[in-house]
């Protein structure tokens, strides 16, 4: 019998979403697990880092790593395993693009340090007592992995062969990057493995878009009752299909939310939040100072709008400490 394909489960920086959509194939994980040999999937299995440091180079088939690169440890696993797997894919928004941890990328460490262990309401910490890299306690050295000084994507720390996008990937983009890794059938290196068509092409209510939107003010989903069947951008939702990638079945539109881009941009788009910018924003019907403001005082987050999924991989990057 031929030896069974080794794949392989990260988990970095990352709400843990991604785990949940590998269960979430329900009874076609049943097949999965028969067809491979899993050798790392902490979050599921009692695996140790010694047993991977102990494999030879190239030996794990695949890694499906998600989440992004905030730490010290989770920058030496994504290295050990890049080391170890014949191929790498990038899994959901945390990794292809840095995700909401990413947002981290608009303050410096120390803001978030200060914050967090210091001058947070729900933080009682008279002594400003921070975790330390490491320290002795009762003859024992202690360690713990330190944050880096920017939030990175991926495939900005180590070479990936194909990129799964998704917040989460749904089970069906799953199901098929699995299809293809067990049938040899493999795209070409660098693919993401979606449709490299904008969302509106695949949305339900495309046909209500107007030709030509006129925006004269942005409406929030909690406090505005949205129509199920009329285009979301007609609308006056701040919602992302137009600089967003397809393949996740526009599952947000039908449940009557706006798209807030997560499958990133397609291959023709540089900057997923300066495209919608320039596409949508654009459509504003007021053209003086004070009503174009007026209009934008809806997006009262612009960057958490904008860039929700990918500041690490987009132009801004970061924030720059100029003090």
Known sequence: MPEKPKV???????????????????EDILGVVNAVDIVLWPVAM?????????RPDKSITVSFING????????????????????VISFGACANS??????????TREQ???????????????????PQASCQDEGHALSLPTLHNVVRSLDQVIEVEYTLPGCPPTPKLIAGAVTALLSGKLPPKGTVLSPDIALCEECPRKDSKPADLALAEFKRPHSSPIDPEKCLLAQGFTCMGPATRSGCEALCVKGNMPCTGCFGPTSRVRDQGAKYVSSVVSNIVPKDEAGIDAVLAGIPDPIGTFY???????????KVDLS
Request: charged share 30%.
């Open 8 to 26: 392989a489960f990260y988990w970095c920086a990352s709400c843990g979403g991604c785990e949940e959509a590998v269960v979430d194939l329900a």
């Open 46 to 54: 009692d695996f140790k880092k010694k047993d991977i440091e102990a």
């Open 68 to 87: 992004a690169i905030r730490t010290t440890e989770q920058e030496e696993w994504v290295r050990l395993l890049r080391r170890k797997s014949q191929f």
């Open 98 to 107: 840095g995700g909401i941890p990413g947002l981290a990328n608009q303050f």
């Open 112 to 130: 978030i340090l200060k914050f967090s262990y210091e001058d947070s309401p729900s933080v009682s910490n008279e002594a400003k007592t921070r």
């Open 308 to 318: 929700r999924y990918g500041m690490p991989k987009s132009i801004l990057r970061r």
